[in-house]
């Protein structure tokens, strides 16, 4: 069972930034893949970005260039950094995994609001 705590979420304005960070009870560098994705009120949950074990990078069309997922094995943490944030970012951000079986884990998820 992997354990996942998200943190970074709040209140930012159009144009503002935001770290969201993803703490894992594995060793994440094991994992097949780690993520993000989202949640606004009334729609469906959408990738935002993943990284694979062998370090390939995916996002979502509406975050290109703007956001940017890493991820440090030694703290088996995985972070997004989110820049020029706009209103329509405005959702429950949730970590994902992505272990061997294929097992999926996602954290509690986090609050990122953009708003003036």
């Known amino acids: 069972q992997v354990q996942l705590v998200e943190s970074g979420g709040g209140l930012v304005q159009p144009g503002g930034s935001l770290r969201l960070s993803c703490g894992a009870s594995?060793?994440?560098?094991?994992?097949?893949?780690m993520g993000w994705y989202r949640q606004a009120p009334g729609k469906q949950r959408e990738l935002v970005a993943t990284?694979?074990?062998?370090?390939?990078?995916n996002y979502a069309d509406s975050v290109k260039g703007r956001f940017t997922i890493s991820r440090d094995n030694a703290k088996n943490t995985v972070y997004l950094q989110m820049n020029s944030l706009k209103p329509e970012d405005t959702a429950v951000y949730y970590c994902?995994?992505?272990?061997?079986?294929?097992?999926?884990?996602w954290g509690q998820g986090t609050q990122v609001t953009v708003s003036s």
């Open positions: 994902n995994v992505l272990d061997w079986g294929p097992k999926n884990y």
């Open positions: 594995g060793s994440i560098s094991s994992f097949l893949a």
């Open positions: 990284i694979n074990r062998g370090g390939s990078i």
